[in-house]
Protein backbone atom coordinates (compact mmCIF):
# COMPACT_ATOMS: atom_id res chain seq x y z
CA UNK A 1 0.00 0.00 0.00
CA UNK A 2 0.60 3.39 -0.83
CA UNK A 3 -0.70 4.99 2.78
CA UNK A 4 -2.22 8.18 3.06
CA UNK A 5 -0.57 10.34 -0.27
CA UNK A 6 -1.13 13.74 0.42
CA UNK A 7 -2.07 14.82 -3.32
CA UNK A 8 -3.03 12.56 -6.12
CA UNK A 9 0.05 13.47 -7.88
CA UNK A 10 1.70 11.56 -5.44
CA UNK A 11 0.53 8.55 -7.13
CA UNK A 12 2.49 8.49 -9.93
CA UNK A 13 5.71 8.61 -7.93
CA UNK A 14 8.12 6.93 -10.29
CA UNK A 15 10.53 5.38 -7.45
CA UNK A 16 7.34 3.94 -6.02
CA UNK A 17 6.12 2.12 -9.29
CA UNK A 18 9.26 1.07 -10.64
CA UNK A 19 10.12 -1.01 -6.95
CA UNK A 20 6.60 -2.53 -7.15
CA UNK A 21 7.23 -3.38 -10.53
CA UNK A 22 10.56 -5.38 -9.48
CA UNK A 23 8.84 -6.64 -6.20
CA UNK A 24 6.15 -8.13 -8.51
CA UNK A 25 9.05 -9.51 -10.97
CA UNK A 26 10.33 -11.49 -7.92
CA UNK A 27 7.71 -12.53 -6.87
CA UNK A 28 7.79 -11.07 -3.48
CA UNK A 29 4.48 -8.99 -4.20
CA UNK A 30 1.50 -9.83 -6.13
CA UNK A 31 -0.83 -6.49 -5.79
CA UNK A 32 0.03 -2.61 -5.36
CA UNK A 33 -2.64 -1.07 -3.36
CA UNK A 34 -3.23 2.89 -1.88
CA UNK A 35 -4.99 3.82 1.14
CA UNK A 36 -6.55 7.29 2.38
CA UNK A 37 -9.11 8.18 5.32
CA UNK A 38 -9.21 12.14 4.34
CA UNK A 39 -7.34 15.02 3.36
CA UNK A 40 -4.90 16.94 5.74
CA UNK A 41 -7.15 20.24 5.41
CA UNK A 42 -3.59 22.49 7.12
CA UNK A 43 -1.77 21.17 3.76
CA UNK A 44 -4.58 20.95 1.07
CA UNK A 45 -7.88 20.43 1.67
CA UNK A 46 -9.10 20.09 -2.45
CA UNK A 47 -7.06 16.34 -2.02
CA UNK A 48 -10.22 14.70 0.31
CA UNK A 49 -10.24 10.93 -0.21
CA UNK A 50 -12.40 10.47 -3.22
CA UNK A 51 -10.67 12.56 -5.36
CA UNK A 52 -7.05 11.40 -4.04
CA UNK A 53 -8.50 7.14 -4.90
CA UNK A 54 -10.60 8.57 -7.67
CA UNK A 55 -7.28 9.59 -9.27
CA UNK A 56 -5.57 6.17 -8.49
CA UNK A 57 -8.54 4.38 -9.82
CA UNK A 58 -7.72 6.35 -13.50
CA UNK A 59 -4.12 5.43 -12.78
CA UNK A 60 -4.72 1.93 -13.72
CA UNK A 61 -1.41 0.59 -11.31
CA UNK A 62 -3.40 0.30 -8.36
CA UNK A 63 -4.98 -3.34 -7.71
CA UNK A 64 -6.57 -2.57 -4.18
CA UNK A 65 -8.09 0.27 -2.27
CA UNK A 66 -8.04 0.48 1.58
CA UNK A 67 -10.47 3.30 2.50
CA UNK A 68 -12.99 4.72 5.22
CA UNK A 69 -16.38 3.61 5.01
CA UNK A 70 -19.17 2.97 7.87
CA UNK A 71 -23.04 2.98 8.51
CA UNK A 72 -22.62 6.44 9.59
CA UNK A 73 -20.24 8.17 7.13
CA UNK A 74 -21.35 6.42 3.29
CA UNK A 75 -21.13 9.27 0.68
CA UNK A 76 -17.40 9.65 -0.47
CA UNK A 77 -16.98 5.93 -0.03
CA UNK A 78 -20.24 4.99 -2.02
CA UNK A 79 -19.07 6.88 -4.74
CA UNK A 80 -15.16 5.27 -4.91
CA UNK A 81 -16.74 1.69 -4.16
CA UNK A 82 -18.68 2.01 -7.26
CA UNK A 83 -15.44 2.69 -9.34
CA UNK A 84 -13.71 -0.10 -8.04
CA UNK A 85 -16.34 -2.14 -9.52
CA UNK A 86 -16.38 -0.81 -12.78
CA UNK A 87 -12.57 -0.86 -13.07
CA UNK A 88 -12.18 -4.16 -11.10
CA UNK A 89 -10.07 -2.77 -8.62
CA UNK A 90 -10.27 -4.58 -4.93
CA UNK A 91 -12.00 -3.19 -1.77
CA UNK A 92 -10.89 -2.80 1.35
CA UNK A 93 -12.35 -0.89 4.24
CA UNK A 94 -11.33 0.87 7.54
CA UNK A 95 -12.82 2.49 10.09
CA UNK A 96 -16.29 0.39 10.09
CA UNK A 97 -16.97 0.25 13.60
CA UNK A 98 -17.62 4.20 14.37
CA UNK A 99 -19.02 3.07 18.15
CA UNK A 100 -16.60 2.91 20.84
CA UNK A 101 -15.88 5.98 21.09
CA UNK A 102 -18.86 7.24 22.97
CA UNK A 103 -18.39 4.96 25.69
CA UNK A 104 -14.21 6.09 26.31
CA UNK A 105 -15.45 9.64 25.72
CA UNK A 106 -18.02 9.27 28.56
CA UNK A 107 -15.39 9.87 31.35
CA UNK A 108 -13.62 12.36 29.90
CA UNK A 109 -16.52 14.91 29.51
CA UNK A 110 -16.88 14.09 33.19
CA UNK A 111 -13.36 14.73 34.09
CA UNK A 112 -13.23 18.42 32.61
CA UNK A 113 -16.66 18.90 33.66
CA UNK A 114 -15.18 18.75 37.30
CA UNK A 115 -12.42 21.00 36.30
CA UNK A 116 -14.63 23.97 34.39
CA UNK A 117 -13.77 26.48 36.68
CA UNK A 118 -10.42 26.66 35.32
CA UNK A 119 -11.29 26.90 31.77
CA UNK A 120 -12.32 29.55 29.25
CA UNK A 121 -16.40 30.38 29.23
CA UNK A 122 -16.24 29.34 25.80
CA UNK A 123 -14.42 26.17 26.18
CA UNK A 124 -17.36 25.55 29.29
CA UNK A 125 -19.77 25.98 26.76
CA UNK A 126 -18.29 23.87 23.98
CA UNK A 127 -17.93 20.83 26.23
CA UNK A 128 -21.57 21.62 27.79
CA UNK A 129 -22.89 21.30 23.99
CA UNK A 130 -20.64 17.48 23.69
CA UNK A 131 -22.08 16.43 27.14
CA UNK A 132 -25.80 17.21 26.59
CA UNK A 133 -25.42 15.32 23.25
CA UNK A 134 -23.93 12.57 24.63
CA UNK A 135 -26.31 12.35 27.54
CA UNK A 136 -29.28 12.19 24.70
CA UNK A 137 -28.09 9.56 23.18
CA UNK A 138 -27.72 7.75 26.80
CA UNK A 139 -31.27 7.98 27.09
CA UNK A 140 -31.67 7.06 23.36
CA UNK A 141 -29.43 3.58 23.59
CA UNK A 142 -31.56 2.63 26.90
CA UNK A 143 -35.09 3.36 25.38
CA UNK A 144 -33.73 1.00 21.86
CA UNK A 145 -31.86 -0.75 23.87
CA UNK A 146 -28.35 -0.36 22.39
CA UNK A 147 -26.46 -0.88 25.35
CA UNK A 148 -24.42 -3.42 24.04
CA UNK A 149 -21.92 -1.88 21.63
CA UNK A 150 -20.69 -5.19 20.76
CA UNK A 151 -23.61 -6.23 19.14
CA UNK A 152 -23.70 -2.65 17.36
CA UNK A 153 -20.13 -3.48 15.60
CA UNK A 154 -20.80 -7.30 14.55
CA UNK A 155 -23.87 -5.12 13.25
CA UNK A 156 -21.51 -2.76 11.73
CA UNK A 157 -19.22 -5.26 10.19
CA UNK A 158 -21.84 -7.01 8.45
CA UNK A 159 -23.50 -3.67 6.99
CA UNK A 160 -19.82 -3.15 5.55
CA UNK A 161 -19.69 -6.46 4.38
CA UNK A 162 -23.04 -6.54 2.54
CA UNK A 163 -22.33 -3.68 0.12
CA UNK A 164 -21.77 -5.98 -3.20
CA UNK A 165 -18.76 -3.23 -4.06
CA UNK A 166 -16.75 -4.27 -0.27
CA UNK A 167 -14.40 -7.85 -0.54
CA UNK A 168 -13.15 -7.55 3.58
CA UNK A 169 -13.32 -5.11 6.05
CA UNK A 170 -9.72 -4.53 8.87
CA UNK A 171 -10.10 -4.56 11.98
CA UNK A 172 -8.09 -3.99 15.55
CA UNK A 173 -8.41 -6.98 17.61
CA UNK A 174 -6.37 -6.98 21.26
CA UNK A 175 -7.20 -10.91 22.12
CA UNK A 176 -7.42 -14.41 20.54
CA UNK A 177 -11.24 -14.13 21.57
CA UNK A 178 -11.66 -10.42 19.88
CA UNK A 179 -9.96 -11.80 17.02
CA UNK A 180 -12.31 -14.97 16.59
CA UNK A 181 -15.40 -12.79 17.25
CA UNK A 182 -14.67 -10.74 13.97
CA UNK A 183 -13.40 -13.78 12.51
CA UNK A 184 -16.94 -15.47 12.45
CA UNK A 185 -18.85 -12.46 10.93
CA UNK A 186 -16.85 -13.84 7.66
CA UNK A 187 -19.70 -14.66 5.06
CA UNK A 188 -22.46 -12.80 7.32
CA UNK A 189 -24.87 -11.04 6.40
CA UNK A 190 -26.90 -8.27 8.07
CA UNK A 191 -30.43 -9.08 9.49
CA UNK A 192 -33.82 -7.25 9.81
CA UNK A 193 -33.01 -6.93 13.60
CA UNK A 194 -29.59 -5.79 13.32
CA UNK A 195 -30.70 -3.35 10.90
CA UNK A 196 -33.05 -1.58 12.72
CA UNK A 197 -30.57 -1.59 15.62
CA UNK A 198 -27.96 0.71 13.29
CA UNK A 199 -31.06 2.76 12.10
CA UNK A 200 -31.87 3.45 15.73
CA UNK A 201 -27.95 4.20 16.42
CA UNK A 202 -27.42 6.24 13.34
CA UNK A 203 -30.74 8.27 14.73
CA UNK A 204 -30.08 8.42 18.74
CA UNK A 205 -26.07 9.04 18.43
CA UNK A 206 -25.05 9.91 14.99
CA UNK A 207 -24.30 13.49 16.15
CA UNK A 208 -21.86 12.50 18.35
CA UNK A 209 -19.46 10.84 15.51
CA UNK A 210 -17.29 13.15 13.39
CA UNK A 211 -17.31 11.26 10.25
CA UNK A 212 -13.89 10.10 9.09
CA UNK A 213 -12.75 11.55 5.68
CA UNK A 214 -15.57 14.18 5.80
CA UNK A 215 -13.93 17.76 6.21
CA UNK A 216 -17.27 19.64 5.66
CA UNK A 217 -16.81 22.09 8.29
CA UNK A 218 -13.46 22.96 7.83
CA UNK A 219 -13.75 25.74 5.36
CA UNK A 220 -15.76 27.72 8.07
CA UNK A 221 -12.83 27.82 10.38
CA UNK A 222 -11.02 30.94 10.73
CA UNK A 223 -8.24 29.49 12.08
CA UNK A 224 -7.46 26.27 9.33
CA UNK A 225 -7.72 23.71 12.42
CA UNK A 226 -7.87 20.37 11.20
CA UNK A 227 -10.46 19.20 11.90
CA UNK A 228 -10.84 15.70 10.50
CA UNK A 229 -6.96 14.72 10.89
CA UNK A 230 -7.50 15.74 14.73
CA UNK A 231 -10.85 13.49 14.92
CA UNK A 232 -8.81 10.45 13.81
CA UNK A 233 -6.20 10.87 16.15
CA UNK A 234 -8.83 11.05 18.99
CA UNK A 235 -10.39 7.75 17.39
CA UNK A 236 -6.98 6.14 17.50
CA UNK A 237 -6.58 7.51 21.42
CA UNK A 238 -10.37 6.57 22.69
CA UNK A 239 -11.65 3.89 20.51
CA UNK A 240 -8.10 1.87 19.29
CA UNK A 241 -6.17 2.27 22.49
CA UNK A 242 -3.23 3.80 20.83
CA UNK A 243 -2.81 6.87 23.21
CA UNK A 244 0.78 7.50 22.93
CA UNK A 245 1.22 7.41 19.10
CA UNK A 246 -2.11 9.39 18.52
CA UNK A 247 0.07 12.17 20.88
CA UNK A 248 3.02 11.93 18.81
CA UNK A 249 0.75 12.70 15.84
CA UNK A 250 -0.86 15.57 17.56
CA UNK A 251 2.22 16.89 18.16
CA UNK A 252 3.41 16.83 15.05
CA UNK A 253 0.39 18.86 13.51
CA UNK A 254 1.79 22.21 11.94
CA UNK A 255 -0.19 25.63 12.46
CA UNK A 256 -3.18 25.85 14.58
CA UNK A 257 -4.57 22.57 16.85
CA UNK A 258 -7.44 22.56 18.91
CA UNK A 259 -6.23 24.82 21.51
CA UNK A 260 -7.39 27.63 19.30
CA UNK A 261 -10.76 26.30 19.93
CA UNK A 262 -10.83 27.77 23.56
CA UNK A 263 -12.01 31.63 22.83
CA UNK A 264 -13.73 30.68 18.92
CA UNK A 265 -18.00 30.67 18.60
CA UNK A 266 -17.63 27.57 16.99
CA UNK A 267 -18.55 28.33 12.82
CA UNK A 268 -17.43 24.54 12.76
CA UNK A 269 -20.41 23.70 14.52
CA UNK A 270 -23.67 25.66 12.19
CA UNK A 271 -21.18 23.90 8.99
CA UNK A 272 -21.61 20.53 10.25
CA UNK A 273 -24.64 18.89 8.16
CA UNK A 274 -24.81 16.09 11.17
CA UNK A 275 -25.16 18.18 13.90
CA UNK A 276 -21.66 16.96 15.54
CA UNK A 277 -20.49 19.53 18.71
CA UNK A 278 -17.32 20.08 16.96
CA UNK A 279 -15.53 22.30 19.58
CA UNK A 280 -16.62 20.47 22.06
CA UNK A 281 -15.02 17.35 20.63
CA UNK A 282 -11.97 19.00 19.43
CA UNK A 283 -11.68 20.41 23.65
CA UNK A 284 -11.68 16.98 24.51
CA UNK A 285 -9.34 16.05 21.80
CA UNK A 286 -6.48 18.97 23.09
CA UNK A 287 -6.82 17.81 26.50
CA UNK A 288 -6.93 13.77 25.47
CA UNK A 289 -3.96 14.50 23.28
CA UNK A 290 -1.59 17.02 24.56
CA UNK A 291 1.60 15.52 25.33
CA UNK A 292 2.13 16.31 29.44
Partial sequence: MMHMPEKAETLKTVGFHEAMRELKAEGRVRFTGVSHHGSFWYRDPAESME?????????????????????????????????????????????????????????????????????????????????????????FIKTHNLRNPDEIKAAAIRFCLGNPGVHTVCFIAKTYEEMYSFVRLSGTRLGGAEENRLDNFREGCGALYCRHACGICEPACPRGVPVNTIARYLQYSAAQGREREAMFFYADIPGAKAEACRDCPAPCEAACPYGVPVQGLLLLADRQLTLP
Fill in 51 to 139: SVLGAAAEDGRFDVFLLAYNFLQMDQGTRILGICREKNIGTALMKTTPVAIYEQMKTRVEELQKQGKSASPLQVEGLNRYRDKFEKAQE
